[in-house]
């Protein structure tokens, strides 16, 4: 039998200021992803022609059970630092920077509710508000072609009571003994690939498994993303 | 003819993890105020037996039509940190905080979309959080007395080419001469008021056009705070 | 009777190197307010033609009876940060900034002993040291009008006990119920009204009290520092 | 043919102070790799009688052919953060924690010299460290049982030119499309699989290739391991 | 013939809530040394029954004549650390700190105008409100023996123009091929001796005649002291 | 009978990527010490045709018996501030600056076992890793002439248990109650002095004695630094 994710509800345009904003919800997480267009890239990009993509990404206090402190004490923790280049690097991974142009897209993944799976949930709802930005864009400024090549998105398997389990809630995460965030285009190539046994380890069967389930997993959250941006989808 | 507010629209229990969570919109400003129960007290309190109550502020980086970057390099600007102390000021006043007992309420105003008033939204907001959370408190172990006194709100006021106007959007405050933010009590008491020229004075003639007007603001407010707590309005 | 604010000492010409040096003691409160004139502007309002006027503050470490930490964490404390932000609005209301040209006027008000009402001495004698550094500047390079339109004083005011009361020395300032400071011209128009009931409210009766016996303490500041800068004094 | 990793070289004791130091060469990429042991633990697992390891990376100034500025602003790069947490989880992964006890095993990994494969190499090294601190250990305040279950290295592999390589250099390892590290036992089960596609992805195939090469460049570390220890290794 | 010294000038009880405030004034240096007593010791010391003595130095935005920035961001620069750990020490050499019992002196040198030696100044002052500080504390809470040992004052002396100068201006001391500070007791032993030659060496011969000239500004600087502080002089 | 100092050896290029690269061991306390070039100066030298030397110091957490932490909270203690600027200094005292031409000098000392006299061996290993760099650059890019005037080496003396004693390892540096690092170049000049004496003070038949025992340590030093080096030492 298939495994089946939690329940996705999508709402774009959420707020007004960013060009895409998309509140995504996958079972009791939700995350606001917005992507902002800043007509200027880093100074190590400069006069090179290409664009680029950063990503922020933080918890409100109010997200988890236990009041969450903000970040502000100058260190980013690192568990922040790690999804924040994630999330950077699996969107840069389906744009053509050379066609973005020097321009840059800022993307935040701002959780206002968490269970699990934060950070494939920021990496799927923001490839959406990547859409809409440039949608936003390709009306004021032509972009010379359009620098999408594919589409991503992003899911949690692991490994909970020796048992492979998919879309993993913040019970299961916690008792997973081995935890694999994976990203995938639409067209099925890998994009990351993130396992970990922290308690445990784990071998070639039960790897096997992992990498299984989590590609049935892209294929629904591609199917959602292609229904929802209907007809801005451009990548079958 | 009496002064108008923008339109506001309140939703309760926007999250779930924290025990008060009122998504509050007033024109096109839209803060997530939540309040969460922490069973401690400051250092500086402990065993006097009393509580406390705590504020946050923080804009969303999307929240405005230029990226604003996040509170993260370990200085808190000023404007942020006036405005948070502003709103545990204005939530302390109408709090017993004897009757609230050793515990300390965990304000957070997070501001997902801004056009002006951010910060009287948050205390309006806030305040409902506020009964929330109590009211989620009294089920699980009853305070000894209901710590709240009376209700607050806040509207801001101000001058703009040389007229008095309600509740100003972000177009017309950036016009303003002048700024007068009014944080009152349902019972018509003043709590804060804080008025400021910065290119320009104020006569006497003024300042009572000004508090006259937020008066009227204020009466507004504190009655679609009682239409939104129902039951859990106990402040007549 | 008319209220009465402290005994005022001022020494200008205090230190050397900074055209405007005040000593500014008012009671027991002792803060050093200089005037350094910067040939040029934040980098915001370059090109424009304008100039600006920024405000340090900070209390010396034996300014008060408990030895009070410096700032030095990367972090200033909230209290700071607002007397900061007033002082500089203060001045910059009765200043033309585009008379000033494209020249910073940096405040530094150092206390030296704290006896209350030290950001109500700030501005006070912020504003002589301006005077004095602004003729200074005269002498050297002229400014092509006089920039000063107007004089600044600021008094506290507060309930103490339930009654009103003028220039609060520290031990009533702990004990108000409500605590004003007001800031407002020489010529009788109102720059800042800051009024904070932590502990308390305050009505409409009040209210017209506190503004009343402000302007009383006001007068009087204001007739010293005409009497303190002489020749100096063009505001009548 | 099968793949080689590069020339290593491996020096214990090399400095005096810590139980474990391992200065541990893998082509032309030195990294001194120590473990110190304090009789405490974090707080949050004081009294639960567990121990802990926790590793920092650090590379000096003079590793690399551009002199690389210190970690010294207060913030850490994102790298350096993501280096750590993996150098620590993948040496608890082989420790029971509970039979460590409750002391903490520090792991400093300073790199002097970097041309690729840092971070494996520091997990490498780290793990001979850990076994010549705990022997240390056990001659003063032996252990209740012995806590380590199994050895553990790391390797680097990548799609470099469209080719599956081992083991990359620095040259390699910016050329490569595809950067994969993987962590595993010397009982051939995985810890760590973090594979990267930056600038392009990879597919099933592919994901084959690079497991494969990976588990030859372990079985080759582990023999190296296997040899230094000597007497010390317990884990066939 | 013999060199002097610039004109000194000493005011006690400068400010009142400091129970050793003293205004320093050599030449146009003016330092504000206070001292204050803290019923309590570095976390290091305690239990062992004795005390310690901290300084801390800074200089007024408005004490040189460019504006100089405060220290504010986290980091105090390496010259006000230094000058800070001169000052704790040159202190602690004529204290019996076992004397002092657990309690915490500390120094507060605030230069208010510079003007060369104010490092200098800083000891020479602070040494004055060490005195003071301790009597008033004999008042309040008779301590078991006097811990003062010995007086202590600190002069510069430099090479400037080839010429071995005592007590630099600054003018004189950004001249100085050679800068040496020295601190000695009023008994004439050595406490430190800083040379420094950063654009130059010294050889024996110039040591010597620096030594010397030194020794006879501090002979002056410790009679000054002793006439300062009348029947509280205590070292002869 | 002449004063000792501990063994010493030296191993030029430890590693690769700095042209000057030299593990210094003096007794149990070793020392790496780099050189690197880098083609421009600080913002306050630019244009002015001279260069500069830098220098950091850091000790790794494994070279204590107790693991030191990182410089990571962005403060760096004030002993290594004081440690870096001497080093500086030090070395720039014995470079023409001016026939450097606009290049910096980046000198790391990075202390990988710590047994006392680790700042004395930073400032001897750095002049060889110094003069090894710029032997370095002559062969890329000619300066117009050899910058450096004299070679520079530290030693440590101190008074231990009332006597007079050279190149302090830890448990003495610890016993001393004074201590004197003592910087001269290989022509018999002073660099820098420093004496301070924590505990106690010294009189000028101590200091005769210290100074002369440094002076014999300097000798060795040099005589080492001259036979290492062979024929890249100029300065006979």
Chains 1, 2, 3, 4, 5, 6 share one sequence.
């Not at 902002?36 to 950063?54: A, D, H, R, S, Y």
Request: aromatic residues 6%; glycine residues 10%; hydrophobic residues 40%.
């Amino acid at each position: 039998m298939a495994a089946t994710i939690r329940p996705v509800k999508v709402k774009r345009k959420f707020t007004q200021h960013a060009p895409g904003s998309v509140l995504y919800q996958c079972g009791n997480t939700i995350v606001l992803c917005t992507a902002m267009i800043e007509e200027q890239v880093p100074p190590w990009l400069k006069g090179g022609g290409q664009g680029w993509i950063t990503a922020e990404y933080s918890m409100l206090p109010s997200s988890t059970s236990t009041r969450k402190g903000r970040d502000r004490g100058g260190k980013i923790d690192g568990r922040t630092t790690e999804i924040q280049r994630l999330i950077g690097r699996s969107l840069r991974a389906i744009v053509d920077l050379k066609k973005l142009g020097e321009r840059t897209i800022a993307i935040d993944c701002d959780v206002l509710q968490a269970d699990g799976g934060t950070r494939t949930a920021s990496i799927t709802g923001a490839f959406m508000a990547l859409v809409d930005a440039l949608h936003a864009e390709y009306g004021k400024k032509p972009l010379a072609e359009y620098p999408l090549v594919d589409s991503v998105a992003a899911i949690s398997v692991g490994i909970v009571d020796g048992k492979v389990e998919l879309d993993l809630d913040y019970i299961k995460d916690v008792a997973a003994e081995v935890d694999m965030n994976v990203v995938m285009t639409g067209k099925g190539k890998f994009v990351e690939l993130q396992g970990t046994g922290e308690e445990a380890t784990f071998d070639d069967e039960q790897l096997a498994q992992l990498i299984s389930k989590a590609k049935q997993g892209i294929k629904q959250l591609t199917q959602i993303q292609r229904e929802t941006l209907g007809k801005l989808w451009k990548f079958d």
